[in-house]
């Protein structure tokens, strides 16, 4: 089944800094990625998804780029604040009846 | 709108004792599902309905039966609880057609087993 890998597991930027964070699957079958952010103590809510016939999706300050050659794709925040402190968490799926399956999360801080 | 709903928010059990976890969603969602969160662990699926009638075993579902009552209700049942199920369980559902998209997650339960 999908194994789905997420690096790093923590990150400490400095607040305007850019943040990445990394994940790599398994399933060549795979076409649906999404990003999760989940503030303490809060459910995890989607901020960002992309689909396997797009390579890039932006949504101002949030960025998600797919390489379905490497299998991997990368979150890409922009002029980091507090606020984006939290947990974010990467899935991979192949279909619509299929579970997510979720990596094991980055804990970023954000210092001001 | 409410969106998924779970009840209790927090319970705490002595060893052995049982309790059943409820989801309901009001967004005509085929698809639920129930994870287990642990510090580090991230979110590992125990099980799941792809739809209404249907539940299947995900990553870690030994201790845990499920209930798909109708298209809105999921619930997750301990019979006998053990202290490694002490974590925060989220129900999540999604619509759960051919074409995957967004799962929604209720607001977690946090279940401590002592």
């Known amino acids: 089944g999908e194994n789905v890998e997420q690096h790093p597991s923590t990150l400490s930027v400095q607040e305007g800094d850019s943040a990445v964070i990394k994940c790599t699957y398994s399933d060549s079958a795979s076409n649906y990625f999404p990003w999760y952010k989940q503030e303490l103590g809060k459910r995890p809510q989607l901020i960002i998804d992309i689909r396997s016939n797009v390579g890039e999706k932006k949504d101002q300050r949030i960025a998600v780029t797919l390489n379905k050659t490497a299998k991997h794709f990368s979150l890409h925040i922009t002029e980091t604040q507090p606020e984006d402190s939290a947990v974010y968490f990467c899935?991979?799926?192949?279909?619509?009846?299929?579970?997510?399956?979720f990596g094991k999360g980055t804990r970023l801080s954000v210092i001001a | 709108n409410a969106g998924v709903t779970q009840t209790p928010k927090f319970q705490v059990l002595k060893t052995g004792q049982s309790m059943t976890l409820q989801c309901a969603q009001d967004m005509n969602h085929n698809s639920m599902y129930w994870y287990r969160q642990d510090p580090g662990m991230g979110l590992r699926l125990i099980y799941y309905?792809?739809?209404?009638?249907?539940?299947d075993k995900g990553e870690v579902p030994n201790g845990y039966n499920v209930s798909r009552l109708n298209k809105r209700e999921f619930s997750l049942r301990l019979e006998s609880a053990a202290p490694s199920q002490t974590s925060v369980y989220f129900c999540?559902?999604?619509?759960?057609?051919?074409?995957?998209?967004?799962?929604?997650f209720g607001p977690g339960t946090r279940l401590t087993v002592l």
């Open positions: 309905s792809a739809s209404e009638g249907t539940t």
């Open positions: 899935a991979a799926s192949t279909s619509g009846n299929t579970p997510l399956v």
């Open positions: 999540a559902s999604s619509e759960g057609t051919s074409a995957v998209g967004e799962q929604f």
